[in-house]
């Protein structure tokens, strides 16, 4: 699949872009593929990134770049492809199976990642981080949220506080 | 612990991005995180993440669907009732109501926001092997507080009566003389169970397999003489669709990972004596309830669910004893003090009681605050006559949704409610759609009634009134 920018000058190959992460490793990567990230695709647009210039990102560390970029890659395809209209039922399914998979990742990776996701502005994996986080507490009272998110064990006036407004939405603990 | 390590890290998390999580969040969630802490707390009131007043949270009234008319009544609480009712009601019968959506068998309405999503088609025949001859009941699962705004609509086959007598009409098709019935000695309900589920993601009707987890009713033959009786009622509760089914047995539909229980009737359940159990969905849970006998003996159990292993089990709840003591009321008499108010459906005001006097009777009837207001205690008579001498009959139209409260009808004229906890019965005022005399001469009856929840959610196609625009 050919990326959008890939006829200017660079006929054939697909262009490629350069990006640093905060821990000074380089990475190169398709055009296309870092797009993706609203933040970085006018800086691609205006020709950066190409060559021995790399685009520097003091607030991505490589680790999260990396994974940031696996995304990225995968999902490169179906965006060139304006989203959903010419995708099989099987790309979708396959992409839905990749997101789900990515997710399923230690909870400070999915914290880099939500920063990340934000900071380069990538629409879809921002939406597929909240959603993983808000379906670690779908269900849970607010002692089990706590827990899974690690809080601290709260103090007993942070408890009675915590019991008083349990009590304004009773419907929500049937 | 992995929690104990990255503590810090979700504390810092952006309120930006703290908001980004919370608003993919169920609406039971919201209210569950407002209790985490109190900058969780402040971020959903900050910024209104939960809408509590779009959730179907009060009962607005019942939705009453009589044989021979073509279209359905809207009984309302005095304090909904004040000027015409806002809702848009189907033209059609209610087949189903859940969470403030109603199924007709064109589509699915919220006659709150007049959305509408028509089905592409008719639901396609029972899927299970032989048997594509077979009846079906149809029944809505929408849950927006603990779920998505989307919505299924499940077909469920119906055992028909002449079920393992070769039908006359078979002799006339020698093809469908041939065709394979489902046998009589098979496990029913079978597994894997294949349904029809139109869901409002797809906006199609689909196959799904679901496995049964526990044993079965028994066979297909042992409901073969059961007669048809009045539409069963199904529940959505807890991420689950429970649905009456024949035998009495409730199937407890999974909503996520396509298996479902068979859950048995009440043990004490007298079967020669009950006519009909009732299923309902009321402050506690699953309910179901019967009437017995000529002196109306009102049971009520409520189901009990083990965390651990699934089991079941219902609780008697309430029991009248003896019967209940019914008001005594003239049925002979146009009943037009009671405080409930009848509106119509959308076609014309055939609603017909909505006169000056009915409108200057309010009094508060009040589910929400029934405490705080005086009741309007009927006369007493245990009689279960009227003033002729004929027989009164009284049958069940539904659980309130929120109070242990069970609304009854008094030979489809007036409409009763129970409250469980303190025995007392209450009249709810006229139930007949007008003084019509196919009602009075008791040719009419009430073929089903739902509680109505309005619902300000869910996600649909288009308007009501554009379909109706467009059928016409």
């Not at chain 2, 959506?101 to 088609?121: E, I, Q, S």
């Not at chain 2, 009763?416 to 019965?425: I, K, P, T």
Request: charged residues 25%.
């Amino acid at each position: 699949m050919a990326a959008p920018e890939s006829g200017d000058g660079n006929n054939g190959a697909a262009r490629m872009v350069t990006l640093i992460s905060s821990d000074n490793t380089r990475f190169e990567v398709e055009a296309a593929a870092a797009s993706l990230s609203q933040t970085l695709q006018l800086t691609i647009l205006d020709g950066g990134g190409g060559g021995g210039d790399g685009i520097p990102l003091p607030n991505v560390d490589s680790a999260t770049l990396s994974k940031v970029l696996e995304y990225c890659i995968k999902h490169a395809p179906a965006a060139a492809n304006g989203g959903a209209p010419n995708a099989t039922a099987v790309d979708r399914a396959e992409l839905e199976r990749f997101d789900n998979e990515f997710v399923n990742i230690d909870q400070s990776v999915l914290y880099s990642l939500i920063m990340a996701a934000h900071n380069l502005e990538i629409e879809g994996l921002q939406s597929l981080v909240a959603k993983k986080v808000a379906d670690m507490i779908k269900g849970k009272s607010p002692m089990e949220i706590r827990r899974t998110l690690g809080f601290p064990d709260p103090t007993p006036e942070e408890q009675a506080e915590m019991n008083a407004h349990m009590l304004e939405y009773g419907w929500a603990y049937e | 612990m992995e929690g104990k390590r990255i503590y810090s890290l979700w504390r810092l998390l952006p309120d930006d991005m703290l908001a980004d999580v919370l608003r993919r969040a169920a609406p039971r969630d919201l209210a569950v995180s407002r209790c985490v802490c109190r900058a969780w707390r402040a971020l959903v009131d900050d910024r209104r993440l939960l809408r509590a007043d779009l959730l179907p949270l009060s009962l607005a009234g019942l939705f009453i669907d009589y044989s021979g008319l073509p279209y359905t009544n809207f009984l309302a609480r005095p304090s909904s009732a004040n000027t015409t009712t806002p809702y848009q009601l189907p033209c059609t019968s209610v087949v189903d109501h859940c969470n403030g959506l109603v199924l007709t068998y064109h589509g699915v309405l919220n006659p709150a926001t007049g959305g509408w999503t028509p089905f592409p088609g008719p639901p396609p025949p029972p899927r299970v092997p032989g048997t594509d001859r077979f009846l079906y009941d149809m029944y809505l699962a929408f849950d927006p507080t603990t779920e998505s705004s989307h919505y299924e609509v499940f077909v469920i086959p119906i055992i028909p009566p002449w079920f393992g007598r070769r039908r006359p009409s078979a002799k006339l098709n020698e093809d469908e003389d041939d065709a394979e019935e489902y046998p009589g000695s098979a496990e029913w309900p079978p597994s894997p169970y294949r349904l029809s589920v139109f869901s409002s993601r797809t906006g199609q009707w689909d196959e799904r397999k679901f496995v049964r987890e526990n044993e079965a009713a028994g066979t297909a033959a042992d409901v073969e003489e059961e007669p048809l009786k009045a539409k069963r009622k199904a529940v959505c509760w807890r991420g689950a669709l429970y649905v009456h089914c024949q035998m009495d047995i409730i199937m407890r539909i999974s909503l996520s990972d396509n298996k479902y229980r068979v859950i048995k009737p009440p043990r004490d359940l007298n079967m020669s004596e009950y006519r009909a159990l009732h299923l309902g969905k009321s402050e506690k849970g699953v309910y179901s309830a019967s009437l017995e006998g000529r002196e109306h003996r009102l049971r009520v159990w409520l189901l009990h669910e083990s965390p651990q292993d699934s089991k079941t089990k219902w609780i008697l709840k309430h029991d009248t004893g003896r019967g209940l003591t019914v008001p005594s009321l003239n049925l002979d008499q146009p009943a037009y003090h009671g405080p409930w108010i009848f509106d119509g459906g959308c076609c014309d005001n055939h609603g017909g009681s909505n006169d000056e006097a009915q409108q200057n009777q309010i009094v508060g009837w009040n589910s929400d605050d029934d405490e705080a207001l005086p009741f309007q205690t009927p006369q007493v008579d245990d009689r279960n006559t009227d003033t002729n001498h004929r027989y009164v009959s009284i049958e069940i139209l539904g659980f309130h949704p929120f109070r242990e409260i069970v609304f009854l009808h008094r030979s489809w004229s007036r409409g009763l409610a129970y409250h469980l906890n303190s025995s007392r019965l209450e009249d709810l005022g006229n139930v007949c759609p007008k003084d019509d005399t196919l009602f009075y001469e008791e040719l009419g009856y009430i073929e089903c009634a739902f509680p109505y929840t309005p619902c300000l959610m869910a996600e649909f196609s288009q308007q009501y009134l554009e379909f109706s625009d467009d059928e016409d």
